[in-house]
């Protein structure tokens, strides 16, 4: 279990990495499934599986799988959710939705370690093997937006909206 501690207007995104055959499912109360993906680019040994809080805002949130792995990583972090659609009020005013920012993006495509143009999730799970010190930033340059020989939190998330959203999007 992580607990996470969340702050004003956030959302907590988790992300685990394990083998596929651990088959990871979320037990946190105030979490829930976003995606799973087993065996990227003829890799059998990786499997990602992601999770977010279902409160925004929520103090701090219990991060918890029911999983058996030998090997694992884990990262729970606060995120901005999406900015909500406008509504049409009685009186028919429309509110302008105030926007959300965004970390400006790298140049290059974030997280595409191997220079395909897109992010895979086994260069995702790379990413997160230097982040825990398991793996030197040289197998990952692509992850390393802002050039300071590491990879941090905010690179994985970058990585992750293009692996989501498509490298330019």
């Not at 058996?68 to 005013?93: E, R, S």
């Given at each position: 279990m992580l607990?996470?501690?969340?702050?004003?207007?956030?959302?907590?995104?988790?992300?685990?990495?394990?083998?596929?055959?651990?088959?990871?499912t979320?037990?946190?109360?105030?979490?829930?499934a976003?995606f799973?993906?087993?065996?990227?680019?003829?890799?059998?040994?990786?499997s990602?599986?992601?999770s977010?809080?279902?409160?925004?805002?929520?103090?701090?949130?219990?991060?918890?799988?029911?999983?058996?792995?030998?090997?694992?990583?884990?990262?729970?972090?606060?995120?901005?959710p999406?900015?909500?659609?406008?509504?049409?009020?009685?009186?028919?005013?429309?509110?302008?939705?105030?926007?959300?920012?965004?970390?400006?993006?790298?140049?290059?495509?974030?997280?595409?370690c191997?220079?395909?143009?897109?992010?895979?999730?086994?260069?995702l799970?790379?990413?997160?093997?230097?982040?825990?010190?398991?793996?030197?930033?040289?197998?990952?340059l692509?992850g390393?937006?802002?050039h300071?020989?590491?990879?941090?939190?905010?690179?994985?998330i970058?990585?992750?909206n293009?692996?989501?959203?498509?490298?330019?999007?």
């Amino acid at each position: 279990m992580l607990n996470a501690a969340n702050a004003t207007g956030k959302m907590i995104l988790d992300v685990l990495g394990t083998n596929p055959d651990a088959k990871p499912t979320p037990t946190g109360t105030g979490q829930v499934a976003l995606f799973t993906a087993s065996e990227v680019s003829g890799n059998p040994a990786s499997s990602v599986t992601a999770s977010q809080s279902t409160g925004i805002g929520v103090g701090t949130v219990a991060m918890s799988w029911n999983f058996a792995a030998a090997h694992w990583g884990q990262i729970a972090l606060p995120i901005n959710p999406a900015a909500p659609a406008a509504t049409v009020t009685p009186g028919g005013h429309t509110p302008t939705p105030t926007a959300t920012p965004t970390p400006t993006a790298a140049p290059a495509c974030t997280g595409d370690c191997g220079g395909t143009g897109e992010v895979t999730i086994d260069e995702l799970l790379i990413m997160t093997n230097i982040a825990l010190g398991g793996a030197a930033t040289s197998s990952c340059l692509a992850g390393d937006a802002n050039h300071d020989g590491a990879i941090d939190i905010s690179e994985i998330i970058a990585a992750v909206n293009n692996a989501l959203g498509g490298c330019g999007a």
